[in-house]
């Protein structure tokens, strides 16, 4: 299996920097033309992926080694404000400790990322749940 990243056991053992925030878009596995979304805070990245499965978060080199593992190529990626960063930080710390359940459409990468953002503030949203189309 490929690097995915570490779950996030501990909030605030590690200084997130949300007023440096940014969406990023990677390829999709196998049939995904979609897609793949992460968000940024900083250094560190955050994402979801699994059917049933705890968020996961990486540095920068762990960022790298997941697009190599993983044979994704990055899209794009741009910044992201967010007006309320604790909020942020507190919707993070809520989804890092509970399961998420992949529900294909309602409930995917993107939504994760949009809940994160949605919380700091962030009117970034996508009504397709297709990141590619995020641009």
């Known amino acids: 299996m490929s690097y995915l990243g570490t779950h996030l056991d501990f909030c ?36 979801i992926a699994g059917l ?3 968020p996961y978060y990486m540095d920068e080199s762990g960022y790298r080694r997941y697009l190599a593992e993983s044979s994704k190529t990055e899209l794009f990626r741009r910044n992201v404000r967010l007006t309320d960063p604790e909020a942020a930080q507190r919707k993070l710390e809520e989804l890092s400790i509970k399961q998420w359940h992949w529900f294909g ?21 996508l009504l397709s749940n297709c990141p590619v189309r995020w641009r």
């Open 105 to 125: 459409i309602p409930n995917n990468c993107v939504s994760y990322v949009e809940e994160v953002f949605s919380a700091g503030g962030s009117s970034e949203a």
């Open 12 to 47: 605030r053992v590690v200084p997130f920097n949300w007023y440096d925030t940014g969406l990023i878009v990677v390829s999709g596995d196998g049939p995904n033309i979609c897609g793949h979304a992460l968000l940024r805070a900083g250094i560190f990245y955050f994402h």
């Open 52 to 54: 049933i499965a705890r």
